[in-house]
């Protein structure tokens, strides 16, 4: 099961003084307020006499974001460009993933250092991160991330996943990795990949990850790219297993192609399991004909996050860990137009990808955490639209990133 969120991380339990933020507009509200924070949490409670202020000029304040799907450790983020070769399999892309690995002369803890502290100056105040599990990097990737996260820990949130990119079946070895990482408490959730379609061995990879599950207390979440029949078979096979385990709430499915354009009433009949499972998924955004239907799943009350994916690693050029411009190119994928869609973009961004992560939600309301950013701007649409820099960025009640820089 994904480890439960730090208090203390939250700014729960904090001891430092009340801050108070001045002028400000909570979601572009017409009239500016006073935010006032108390312990790491939103308060209602009039501003104590000793607080600290600190002035929003009338900015906007909106929740920090989560990216409930990234790969930091294959990252070249921060370093000199890499000319990419043709792939047009998860095999070649894998097989350059290894070479890349290799040609690296920083470490991943580096690497996905610099990648995760880019992404606090965006506005992320949690993520899960997924590092590849394989003979060809042991758990170098699980470490790295590791490392990343406890410099981060007063920032940012991170849950760690084993994927094993390479396959489970098909890579001897990588069976192994993955139970020793489970077993010793290095990750949170364990990972698979496309059991049919990549592994050839759906029965086989599903019935070891689900055991893991079971056995030590992690989550799940399994990329799956299969589309059509195979991937709703698949689809089927992790309903299938999370109910006869009773994984309930610990089971997250990724990218999920399968979905992206099934007629309503079959959507809403497998909405309907995924629901009564509480099954996560999220989407990455990567085109009009594969992004997820997610106010129709939401609609049936299932968990439905965005992520960034891969970062400017073997598989694309592209990509920044800012998941503000990953909501806006949701909204773009989607052709959204009204504000109301362009506005649900960022609330996909920002609570769909905390309830998929089990975090609280960082609303304003009071009681909530102390995690947004300040930006200028009229309104959330606009803010979607234009991508404006992110002034401040606050984790319970603190900034931790000024300008663009951290704190």
């Given at each position: 099961?994904?480890?439960?969120?730090?208090?203390?991380?939250?700014?729960?339990?904090?001891?430092?003084?009340?801050?108070?933020?001045?002028?400000?507009?909570?979601?572009?509200?017409?009239?500016?307020?006073?935010?006032?924070?108390?312990?790491?949490?939103?308060?209602?409670?009039?501003?104590?006499?000793?607080?600290?202020?600190?002035?929003?000029?009338?900015?906007?304040?909106?929740?920090?974001?989560?990216?409930?799907?990234?790969?930091?450790?294959?990252?070249?983020?921060?370093?000199?460009?890499?000319?990419?070769?043709?792939?047009?399999?998860?095999?070649?892309?894998?097989?350059?993933?290894?070479?890349?690995?290799?040609?690296?002369?920083?470490?991943?803890?580096?690497?996905?250092?610099?990648?995760?502290?880019?992404?606090?100056?965006?506005?992320?105040?949690?993520?899960?991160?997924?590092?590849?599990?394989?003979?060809?990097?042991?758990?170098?990737?699980v470490e790295g991330l590791a490392q990343a996260r406890e410099r981060l820990r007063h920032a940012l949130d991170v849950q760690i996943v084993a994927f094993p990119q390479h396959g489970v079946v098909r890579a001897p070895g990588t069976a192994r990795l993955l139970t020793d990482a489970a077993r010793d408490g290095a990750v949170d959730l364990i990972g698979g990949i496309d059991p049919a379609g990549f592994d050839g061995a759906p029965e086989a990879q599903l019935d070891l990850v689900f055991d893991l599950a079971d056995r030590y207390g992690v989550g799940l979440d399994l990329h799956l790219h299969e589309r059509g029949a195979q991937g709703l078979t698949s689809l089927r096979r992790i309903l299938d297993r999370t109910r006869a385990l009773?994984?309930?709430?610990?089971?997250?499915?990724?990218?999920?192609?399968?979905?992206?354009?099934?007629?309503?009433?079959?959507?809403?009949?497998?909405?309907?399991?995924?629901?009564?499972?509480?099954?996560?998924?999220?989407?990455?955004?990567?085109?009009g004909s594969l992004v997820l239907p997610i106010a129709a799943l939401t609609g049936h009350g299932v968990r439905v996050g965005l992520g960034s994916d891969g970062v400017r690693d073997s598989w694309s050029p592209f990509g920044d860990a800012d998941m503000l411009h990953r909501a806006h190119q949701l909204g773009r994928v989607r052709d959204d137009r009204l504000d109301a869609e362009l506005t649900a973009c960022y609330l996909t961004g920002a609570h769909g990808?905390?309830?998929?992560?089990?975090?609280?939600?960082?609303?304003?309301?009071?009681?909530?955490?102390?995690d947004f950013l300040l930006v200028r701007?009229?309104?959330?649409?606009?803010?979607?639209?234009?991508?404006?820099?992110?002034?401040?960025?606050?984790?319970g009640g603190r900034i931790v990133a000024r300008d663009g820089a951290l704190v």
């Amino acid at each position: 099961m994904p480890s439960a969120p730090d208090p203390s991380r939250h700014g729960a339990g904090d001891t430092g003084r009340p801050v108070v933020f001045r002028d400000v507009r909570p979601f572009g509200a017409a009239r500016p307020v006073d935010l006032t924070v108390v312990d790491g949490l939103i308060s209602d409670r009039a501003a104590p006499a000793d607080a600290e202020v600190v002035e929003g000029g009338g900015r906007i304040a909106l929740p920090t974001l989560v990216d409930a799907h990234i790969h930091p450790d294959k990252t070249t983020w921060g370093g000199p460009w890499e000319s990419r070769r043709a792939a047009h399999s998860i095999e070649e892309f894998a097989a350059q993933d290894a070479e890349l690995f290799r040609r690296q002369r920083r470490s991943v803890g580096e690497r996905a250092y610099g990648l995760m502290a880019h992404a606090v100056t965006r506005g992320t105040r949690a993520m899960r991160a997924h590092a590849d599990v394989a003979p060809a990097y042991g758990t170098a990737g699980v470490e790295g991330l590791a490392q990343a996260r406890e410099r981060l820990r007063h920032a940012l949130d991170v849950q760690i996943v084993a994927f094993p990119q390479h396959g489970v079946v098909r890579a001897p070895g990588t069976a192994r990795l993955l139970t020793d990482a489970a077993r010793d408490g290095a990750v949170d959730l364990i990972g698979g990949i496309d059991p049919a379609g990549f592994d050839g061995a759906p029965e086989a990879q599903l019935d070891l990850v689900f055991d893991l599950a079971d056995r030590y207390g992690v989550g799940l979440d399994l990329h799956l790219h299969e589309r059509g029949a195979q991937g709703l078979t698949s689809l089927r096979r992790i309903l299938d297993r999370t109910r006869a385990l009773a994984l309930h709430g610990r089971v997250t499915v990724s990218h999920v192609f399968c979905l992206a354009d099934l007629p309503e009433a079959e959507l809403a009949a497998v909405a309907a399991d995924l629901r009564e499972l509480d099954i996560a998924l999220t989407t990455v955004a990567p085109s009009g004909s594969l992004v997820l239907p997610i106010a129709a799943l939401t609609g049936h009350g299932v968990r439905v996050g965005l992520g960034s994916d891969g970062v400017r690693d073997s598989w694309s050029p592209f990509g920044d860990a800012d998941m503000l411009h990953r909501a806006h190119q949701l909204g773009r994928v989607r052709d959204d137009r009204l504000d109301a869609e362009l506005t649900a973009c960022y609330l996909t961004g920002a609570h769909g990808g905390a309830e998929v992560l089990g975090l609280p939600r960082a609303d304003l309301s009071p009681g909530s955490p102390a995690d947004f950013l300040l930006v200028r701007g009229e309104c959330v649409p606009q803010i979607v639209v234009d991508l404006p820099p992110r002034d401040l960025v606050v984790r319970g009640g603190r900034i931790v990133a000024r300008d663009g820089a951290l704190v």
